[in-house]
Protein backbone atom coordinates (compact mmCIF):
# COMPACT_ATOMS: atom_id res chain seq x y z
CA UNK A 1 0.00 0.00 0.00
CA UNK A 2 0.97 3.72 -0.77
CA UNK A 3 2.14 5.16 2.01
CA UNK A 4 0.38 8.84 2.82
CA UNK A 5 1.44 10.77 5.64
CA UNK A 6 0.69 14.00 6.73
CA UNK A 7 2.58 16.49 9.29
CA UNK A 8 0.14 18.91 10.97
CA UNK A 9 1.92 22.30 13.02
CA UNK A 10 -0.36 24.70 14.84
CA UNK A 11 0.63 27.62 13.60
CA UNK A 12 2.53 29.89 15.88
CA UNK A 13 0.50 27.96 18.62
CA UNK A 14 0.94 29.57 21.64
CA UNK A 15 0.71 33.35 20.39
CA UNK A 16 -2.48 31.69 18.35
CA UNK A 17 -3.91 30.63 21.30
CA UNK A 18 -3.43 33.55 23.53
CA UNK A 19 -5.05 35.51 20.97
CA UNK A 20 -8.11 33.73 20.70
CA UNK A 21 -8.04 33.59 24.80
CA UNK A 22 -7.52 37.57 24.62
CA UNK A 23 -9.24 38.94 21.05
CA UNK A 24 -7.61 42.36 22.39
CA UNK A 25 -3.78 40.10 21.56
CA UNK A 26 -5.09 39.37 17.64
CA UNK A 27 -3.04 41.04 14.83
CA UNK A 28 -0.69 43.64 16.91
CA UNK A 29 2.48 41.93 17.44
CA UNK A 30 2.82 40.01 20.68
CA UNK A 31 4.46 37.13 22.06
CA UNK A 32 4.36 34.57 25.10
CA UNK A 33 7.55 35.34 27.53
CA UNK A 34 9.38 33.85 30.55
CA UNK A 35 9.27 35.92 33.83
CA UNK A 36 12.30 38.09 33.87
CA UNK A 37 11.87 37.84 37.63
CA UNK A 38 12.95 34.27 36.97
CA UNK A 39 15.77 34.78 34.83
CA UNK A 40 13.49 33.29 31.91
CA UNK A 41 13.19 36.54 30.12
CA UNK A 42 13.23 35.22 26.45
CA UNK A 43 10.89 34.88 23.70
CA UNK A 44 8.69 31.65 23.33
CA UNK A 45 6.79 32.39 20.29
CA UNK A 46 5.80 34.96 18.50
CA UNK A 47 2.85 36.82 16.14
CA UNK A 48 3.26 37.17 12.52
CA UNK A 49 3.46 41.19 13.40
CA UNK A 50 5.57 40.16 15.45
CA UNK A 51 7.72 37.86 12.79
CA UNK A 52 7.31 40.78 10.83
CA UNK A 53 9.38 42.78 12.12
CA UNK A 54 12.17 40.61 13.23
CA UNK A 55 11.12 39.22 16.58
CA UNK A 56 12.42 35.67 16.73
CA UNK A 57 11.46 32.50 19.07
CA UNK A 58 14.74 31.93 21.90
CA UNK A 59 16.00 35.24 21.78
CA UNK A 60 16.02 37.50 24.95
CA UNK A 61 12.96 40.44 25.76
CA UNK A 62 15.09 43.23 25.59
CA UNK A 63 16.50 42.08 21.66
CA UNK A 64 13.04 41.56 20.62
CA UNK A 65 11.93 44.81 22.21
CA UNK A 66 14.85 46.60 20.15
CA UNK A 67 13.47 45.63 17.48
CA UNK A 68 9.52 46.00 17.86
CA UNK A 69 9.04 48.69 20.86
CA UNK A 70 5.46 48.35 20.91
CA UNK A 71 5.17 44.62 21.80
CA UNK A 72 2.96 42.86 23.69
CA UNK A 73 4.29 40.56 25.99
CA UNK A 74 1.95 37.62 27.92
CA UNK A 75 2.86 35.18 30.18
CA UNK A 76 2.63 31.58 29.29
CA UNK A 77 -0.37 29.26 29.79
CA UNK A 78 1.06 25.98 29.54
CA UNK A 79 -2.76 24.24 30.89
CA UNK A 80 -4.05 26.38 27.89
CA UNK A 81 -1.84 24.81 25.65
CA UNK A 82 -1.87 21.16 26.58
CA UNK A 83 -5.81 21.70 26.62
CA UNK A 84 -5.45 22.80 22.91
CA UNK A 85 -2.79 20.19 21.65
CA UNK A 86 -5.88 17.48 22.89
CA UNK A 87 -8.68 18.81 21.39
CA UNK A 88 -6.65 18.63 18.30
CA UNK A 89 -5.83 15.42 18.58
CA UNK A 90 -9.23 14.53 19.23
CA UNK A 91 -9.82 15.99 15.30
CA UNK A 92 -6.52 13.58 14.01
CA UNK A 93 -8.53 10.68 15.47
CA UNK A 94 -11.61 11.40 13.52
CA UNK A 95 -8.98 10.28 10.34
CA UNK A 96 -7.00 7.52 11.53
CA UNK A 97 -5.67 6.30 15.08
CA UNK A 98 -2.14 6.13 13.72
CA UNK A 99 -1.25 9.56 15.23
CA UNK A 100 1.90 10.58 17.08
CA UNK A 101 2.92 13.62 18.23
CA UNK A 102 6.01 15.65 17.89
CA UNK A 103 5.64 18.23 20.64
CA UNK A 104 3.16 19.45 21.79
CA UNK A 105 2.35 21.77 18.82
CA UNK A 106 2.76 19.06 15.91
CA UNK A 107 1.67 15.66 14.82
CA UNK A 108 2.38 13.24 12.32
CA UNK A 109 -0.71 10.86 11.00
CA UNK A 110 -0.36 7.95 8.40
CA UNK A 111 -3.87 8.42 6.30
CA UNK A 112 -3.20 5.60 4.14
CA UNK A 113 -5.92 3.26 5.28
CA UNK A 114 -8.39 6.38 5.34
CA UNK A 115 -8.02 7.64 1.84
CA UNK A 116 -10.82 5.79 0.94
CA UNK A 117 -13.11 6.83 3.47
CA UNK A 118 -11.85 10.65 3.73
CA UNK A 119 -10.26 11.18 -0.16
CA UNK A 120 -6.49 11.99 -0.92
CA UNK A 121 -3.85 13.56 1.86
CA UNK A 122 -4.92 16.38 -0.09
CA UNK A 123 -8.44 16.27 0.69
CA UNK A 124 -7.78 15.10 4.49
CA UNK A 125 -4.82 17.45 5.26
CA UNK A 126 -7.05 20.91 4.10
CA UNK A 127 -10.57 19.33 5.96
CA UNK A 128 -8.08 18.86 8.80
CA UNK A 129 -7.04 22.80 8.15
CA UNK A 130 -10.40 24.08 7.85
CA UNK A 131 -11.70 22.27 10.94
CA UNK A 132 -8.84 23.26 12.93
CA UNK A 133 -9.74 27.52 12.41
CA UNK A 134 -13.13 26.64 12.83
CA UNK A 135 -13.37 23.86 16.17
CA UNK A 136 -10.31 25.44 17.75
CA UNK A 137 -9.98 28.71 16.11
CA UNK A 138 -6.34 28.14 14.96
CA UNK A 139 -4.81 27.50 11.75
CA UNK A 140 -2.18 24.62 11.00
CA UNK A 141 0.07 24.25 8.15
CA UNK A 142 -0.16 20.81 6.75
CA UNK A 143 2.68 18.93 4.82
CA UNK A 144 1.34 15.66 2.65
CA UNK A 145 4.16 13.26 1.72
CA UNK A 146 5.42 9.51 1.17
CA UNK A 147 7.52 9.68 4.60
CA UNK A 148 7.76 11.45 7.45
CA UNK A 149 11.00 13.49 6.90
CA UNK A 150 9.19 14.89 3.98
CA UNK A 151 5.68 15.47 5.32
CA UNK A 152 7.59 17.27 8.19
CA UNK A 153 9.83 19.51 5.64
CA UNK A 154 6.12 20.16 3.75
CA UNK A 155 4.42 21.62 6.78
CA UNK A 156 7.64 24.05 7.18
CA UNK A 157 7.09 25.18 3.43
CA UNK A 158 4.32 27.35 3.63
CA UNK A 159 3.24 29.03 6.71
CA UNK A 160 0.19 29.78 7.74
CA UNK A 161 -2.72 27.95 6.74
CA UNK A 162 -1.60 26.29 4.04
CA UNK A 163 -1.26 22.42 2.38
CA UNK A 164 2.02 21.19 0.78
CA UNK A 165 2.55 18.63 -0.94
CA UNK A 166 6.02 16.41 -1.58
CA UNK A 167 5.27 13.18 -3.76
CA UNK A 168 7.75 10.74 -4.69
CA UNK A 169 7.92 11.11 -8.23
CA UNK A 170 8.60 15.52 -7.84
CA UNK A 171 10.76 15.29 -4.28
CA UNK A 172 14.00 15.85 -6.15
CA UNK A 173 12.28 19.22 -7.70
CA UNK A 174 10.96 20.33 -4.81
CA UNK A 175 13.56 19.20 -1.65
CA UNK A 176 17.12 19.12 -3.02
CA UNK A 177 17.38 22.59 -3.81
CA UNK A 178 16.94 23.75 -0.63
CA UNK A 179 19.52 24.49 2.23
CA UNK A 180 20.63 21.43 4.57
CA UNK A 181 19.46 23.08 7.80
CA UNK A 182 15.90 23.06 6.67
CA UNK A 183 15.67 19.43 7.22
CA UNK A 184 14.73 18.55 10.85
CA UNK A 185 17.40 16.23 12.30
CA UNK A 186 20.06 19.20 11.14
CA UNK A 187 21.20 21.98 13.44
CA UNK A 188 23.63 24.65 12.73
CA UNK A 189 26.87 22.53 14.83
CA UNK A 190 25.91 19.51 11.75
CA UNK A 191 25.23 22.70 8.91
CA UNK A 192 28.67 23.81 9.94
CA UNK A 193 30.11 20.47 9.46
CA UNK A 194 28.64 19.75 6.43
CA UNK A 195 29.45 23.49 4.85
CA UNK A 196 33.15 22.67 5.36
CA UNK A 197 32.73 19.72 3.31
CA UNK A 198 31.11 21.22 0.35
CA UNK A 199 27.43 19.90 1.07
CA UNK A 200 25.43 23.17 1.33
CA UNK A 201 21.91 21.66 0.08
CA UNK A 202 19.97 18.72 0.56
CA UNK A 203 20.70 17.59 -3.01
CA UNK A 204 24.36 17.30 -2.40
CA UNK A 205 23.48 15.94 0.83
CA UNK A 206 21.69 13.31 -1.09
CA UNK A 207 23.93 12.62 -3.77
CA UNK A 208 27.13 12.55 -1.47
CA UNK A 209 28.89 9.34 -0.46
CA UNK A 210 27.47 8.17 2.91
CA UNK A 211 30.52 6.42 4.20
CA UNK A 212 32.04 9.93 4.43
CA UNK A 213 28.95 11.06 6.29
CA UNK A 214 29.54 8.18 8.90
CA UNK A 215 33.26 9.64 9.10
CA UNK A 216 31.90 12.79 9.26
CA UNK A 217 28.66 12.60 11.70
CA UNK A 218 28.53 9.01 12.98
CA UNK A 219 25.40 6.69 12.27
CA UNK A 220 23.51 10.01 12.08
CA UNK A 221 25.27 10.82 9.04
CA UNK A 222 23.79 7.64 7.27
CA UNK A 223 20.28 8.52 9.07
CA UNK A 224 20.48 12.05 6.65
CA UNK A 225 21.93 10.54 3.95
CA UNK A 226 18.85 8.24 3.76
CA UNK A 227 16.30 11.11 4.60
CA UNK A 228 17.68 13.30 2.01
CA UNK A 229 16.73 10.58 -0.25
CA UNK A 230 13.42 9.80 0.43
CA UNK A 231 14.38 6.31 2.22
CA UNK A 232 12.38 7.06 5.58
CA UNK A 233 10.57 4.22 6.40
CA UNK A 234 9.62 4.87 10.02
CA UNK A 235 6.45 4.48 10.67
CA UNK A 236 4.09 6.75 12.84
CA UNK A 237 2.93 5.19 15.48
CA UNK A 238 -0.60 4.04 16.68
CA UNK A 239 -2.40 6.27 19.58
CA UNK A 240 -1.56 3.65 21.73
CA UNK A 241 2.28 3.34 21.33
CA UNK A 242 4.01 4.43 24.67
CA UNK A 243 7.60 4.96 23.95
CA UNK A 244 9.96 3.37 26.15
CA UNK A 245 10.98 5.90 29.21
CA UNK A 246 14.86 6.02 29.14
CA UNK A 247 15.21 9.47 31.26
CA UNK A 248 12.98 11.31 33.93
CA UNK A 249 14.36 15.25 34.52
CA UNK A 250 13.58 18.43 35.67
CA UNK A 251 16.11 21.41 35.50
CA UNK A 252 15.57 25.22 36.00
CA UNK A 253 16.89 28.39 35.98
CA UNK A 254 17.37 30.07 39.70
CA UNK A 255 16.37 33.27 40.21
CA UNK A 256 19.55 34.89 41.60
CA UNK A 257 22.63 32.83 41.04
CA UNK A 258 23.67 29.73 43.82
CA UNK A 259 27.10 30.52 45.37
CA UNK A 260 27.33 27.35 47.64
CA UNK A 261 27.16 23.77 48.01
CA UNK A 262 24.54 23.83 50.52
CA UNK A 263 22.71 26.35 47.96
CA UNK A 264 23.01 23.55 45.45
CA UNK A 265 22.05 20.60 47.45
CA UNK A 266 18.70 22.39 48.34
CA UNK A 267 17.65 22.68 44.62
CA UNK A 268 18.99 19.47 43.78
CA UNK A 269 16.87 17.93 46.20
CA UNK A 270 13.29 20.39 45.55
CA UNK A 271 14.04 18.86 41.45
CA UNK A 272 14.70 15.84 42.39
CA UNK A 273 10.76 15.44 44.26
CA UNK A 274 9.29 15.52 41.13
CA UNK A 275 11.50 13.21 39.20
CA UNK A 276 10.69 10.61 41.99
CA UNK A 277 7.08 10.94 41.93
CA UNK A 278 7.22 10.77 38.03
CA UNK A 279 8.79 7.78 38.15
CA UNK A 280 6.59 6.22 41.19
CA UNK A 281 3.60 6.58 38.37
CA UNK A 282 5.77 5.09 35.74
CA UNK A 283 6.64 2.34 37.68
CA UNK A 284 10.44 2.95 37.19
CA UNK A 285 13.50 3.14 39.19
CA UNK A 286 16.63 4.38 38.76
CA UNK A 287 20.45 3.12 38.34
CA UNK A 288 22.28 6.27 37.58
CA UNK A 289 22.39 9.87 37.72
CA UNK A 290 23.00 13.00 35.39
CA UNK A 291 23.70 16.21 36.92
CA UNK A 292 23.38 19.30 34.18
CA UNK A 293 25.01 22.96 35.68
CA UNK A 294 25.29 26.03 34.07
CA UNK A 295 26.89 29.09 35.32
CA UNK A 296 26.48 32.47 35.44
CA UNK A 297 29.02 32.91 32.49
CA UNK A 298 26.71 30.92 30.88
CA UNK A 299 28.94 27.90 30.49
CA UNK A 300 27.14 24.32 31.02
CA UNK A 301 28.12 21.21 32.26
CA UNK A 302 26.81 17.51 32.02
CA UNK A 303 28.27 14.65 34.63
CA UNK A 304 26.72 11.15 35.25
CA UNK A 305 27.11 7.95 37.19
CA UNK A 306 25.94 4.98 38.14
CA UNK A 307 24.40 4.15 41.24
CA UNK A 308 25.04 1.24 43.29
CA UNK A 309 21.44 0.67 45.02
CA UNK A 310 18.43 0.96 42.02
CA UNK A 311 16.05 3.17 43.70
CA UNK A 312 12.31 5.38 43.65
CA UNK A 313 13.66 7.93 46.33
CA UNK A 314 14.14 11.32 46.06
CA UNK A 315 16.28 11.57 48.94
CA UNK A 316 18.92 8.81 46.97
CA UNK A 317 18.56 10.54 44.00
CA UNK A 318 19.35 14.10 45.25
CA UNK A 319 22.41 12.69 47.76
CA UNK A 320 23.95 10.92 44.30
CA UNK A 321 23.52 14.11 42.36
CA UNK A 322 24.98 16.16 44.73
CA UNK A 323 28.27 13.64 45.58
CA UNK A 324 28.46 13.75 41.72
CA UNK A 325 28.37 17.52 41.61
CA UNK A 326 30.83 18.19 44.58
CA UNK A 327 33.32 15.36 42.74
CA UNK A 328 32.80 17.01 39.25
CA UNK A 329 32.27 21.22 39.91
CA UNK A 330 35.33 23.68 40.29
CA UNK A 331 33.34 27.07 41.37
CA UNK A 332 35.03 29.17 39.45
CA UNK A 333 32.03 30.75 38.68
CA UNK A 334 28.35 30.60 40.96
CA UNK A 335 25.77 28.71 39.35
CA UNK A 336 22.51 30.60 37.27
CA UNK A 337 20.90 27.06 36.23
CA UNK A 338 20.79 23.00 37.87
CA UNK A 339 18.79 20.26 36.44
CA UNK A 340 18.79 16.39 37.61
CA UNK A 341 18.20 13.77 35.66
CA UNK A 342 17.57 9.84 36.60
CA UNK A 343 19.15 7.39 34.36
CA UNK A 344 19.45 3.66 33.40
CA UNK A 345 15.94 3.52 34.03
CA UNK A 346 14.30 0.03 34.69
CA UNK A 347 11.45 -1.83 35.85
CA UNK A 348 10.56 -1.03 40.12
CA UNK A 349 11.10 -4.10 42.03
CA UNK A 350 14.27 -5.65 40.63
CA UNK A 351 16.83 -5.70 43.09
CA UNK A 352 20.25 -4.95 43.28
CA UNK A 353 23.95 -6.46 44.09
CA UNK A 354 24.61 -5.71 47.50
CA UNK A 355 28.32 -5.09 48.90
CA UNK A 356 30.33 -4.67 51.68
CA UNK A 357 30.66 -0.84 51.18
CA UNK A 358 27.08 0.21 51.50
CA UNK A 359 25.06 1.28 53.94
CA UNK A 360 22.07 -1.28 53.31
CA UNK A 361 19.96 0.23 56.72
CA UNK A 362 20.33 4.11 55.69
CA UNK A 363 19.15 3.01 52.18
CA UNK A 364 16.12 1.23 53.38
CA UNK A 365 15.56 4.05 55.95
CA UNK A 366 15.86 6.27 52.85
CA UNK A 367 13.16 5.00 51.19
CA UNK A 368 10.46 4.61 53.87
CA UNK A 369 10.80 8.04 54.25
CA UNK A 370 10.65 9.49 51.09
CA UNK A 371 7.76 6.81 49.84
CA UNK A 372 6.33 8.41 53.17
CA UNK A 373 6.45 11.67 51.98
CA UNK A 374 5.44 10.91 48.19
CA UNK A 375 2.21 9.65 49.51
CA UNK A 376 1.51 12.52 51.81
CA UNK A 377 1.89 15.19 49.13
CA UNK A 378 -0.04 12.69 46.47
CA UNK A 379 -2.85 12.98 48.73
CA UNK A 380 -2.45 16.47 49.96
CA UNK A 381 -0.72 18.57 47.56
CA UNK A 382 3.37 19.16 47.70
CA UNK A 383 3.33 21.76 49.73
CA UNK A 384 2.25 19.46 52.80
CA UNK A 385 5.22 18.63 53.48
CA UNK A 386 9.18 19.17 53.18
CA UNK A 387 12.31 18.94 54.24
CA UNK A 388 12.79 22.02 56.59
CA UNK A 389 16.05 23.10 54.84
CA UNK A 390 13.81 23.87 51.70
CA UNK A 391 10.99 26.05 54.09
CA UNK A 392 13.83 29.24 52.87
CA UNK A 393 14.29 31.20 50.05
CA UNK A 394 15.94 28.34 47.82
CA UNK A 395 16.09 30.54 44.68
CA UNK A 396 13.66 28.42 42.64
CA UNK A 397 10.82 30.06 40.74
CA UNK A 398 7.46 29.17 42.30
CA UNK A 399 6.16 26.94 40.38
CA UNK A 400 8.06 24.71 37.91
CA UNK A 401 6.81 23.85 35.17
CA UNK A 402 7.11 20.62 33.22
CA UNK A 403 6.26 20.61 29.60
CA UNK A 404 7.51 18.04 27.36
CA UNK A 405 8.89 17.87 23.92
CA UNK A 406 8.83 14.74 22.23
CA UNK A 407 12.44 13.86 20.58
CA UNK A 408 12.19 12.38 17.26
CA UNK A 409 13.48 8.93 16.79
CA UNK A 410 15.48 7.25 14.09
CA UNK A 411 13.20 4.04 12.51
CA UNK A 412 16.48 1.93 13.78
CA UNK A 413 16.91 3.28 16.83
Known amino acids: MKRVILHSDMNACYASIEAKLNPKLRGIPMAVAGNPKNRHGIILAKSQQAKEMGVKTGEAIWQARAKCPDLTLVPPQYDQYLKHSKMAK???????NQVEPFGLDECFLDVSGSTHLFGSGEEIANEIRQRMKEELGITVSVGVSFCKIFAKLGSDMKKP??????????????????????????GRATERKLNRIGIFSLGELAQSDPDLLKGLLGINGVYLWEYANGLDIRPVHDRDYQEPIKTIGNSSTCRKDLLNNREV???????????????????????????????????SFHYQSPIKLASQSSIVLARAGFDLFRDKYKWDFPVRAVGIRAIKLRQEGGGSQMDVFSDYKKFIKDEKCDTAIYKIRKKYGKKSISFASLSRDIKLPEELNEI??????????
Open 90 to 96: KIYYDYT
Open 265 to 299: FNVLQELSFQVSRRMREAMLEESGVEIFVRNNQLQ
Open 404 to 413: ITLPMTHYNS
Open 161 to 186: DAVTIIEEKNFREKVWPLPVGEMVGI
